[in-house]
């Protein structure tokens, strides 16, 4: 914290400043910080970021549901198209990760560790399946138990 020294708030102009945002810098007052030691506009602006990277653990999680189906026909668990789909997406979901964690997205993290499962499961079995291998016909834990929330 900053003692009041005279200095403006850079956001409101009203009140001394007691602080300085860990984002953008600018001097705050109190009525202008956030918690996590941001103004309110960054922690605005992390909040949206937050609900853009959950829309797209949506589509992740939607996308492995597809996959999912499709990788149940035979012809379709040979098909080069949906092993390299099944690659994007868990690569997404890791660099969804990396984000989440530098950033402390809590409920990212939370969707992340329910999702990472199914798409590895799937990860394996198309790679094994196209290997010319077979898998044994039990299904694993995160295929029966998966739930999102």
Known sequence: MVSSMGYPCEI???KDAVSICLRCRRLICRDCMSS???????YAFKRMIENDRIRILDYIYKMAIVCRE???????????ILREQILSLYKMLKD?????????????????RDI??????LLIRVIVTQGGLRLPEIETKE???????
Do not use: S
Request: aromatic content about 10%.
């Open 12 to 14: 409101c102009g009203k």
């Open 96 to 112: 969804l990760m990396h984000e989440a964690k530098k950033e402390y997205f809590e409920d990212m993290m939370k969707r992340i």
């Open 143 to 149: 295929e029966v138990d998966f739930t999102y929330t």
């Open 70 to 80: 499709r990788i149940g026909r035979q012809d379709c668990a040979r098909c080069m």
């Open 36 to 42: 996590f030691g941001l103004c309110k506009e960054c």
């Open 116 to 121: 990472e499962p199914l798409l590895r499961g």
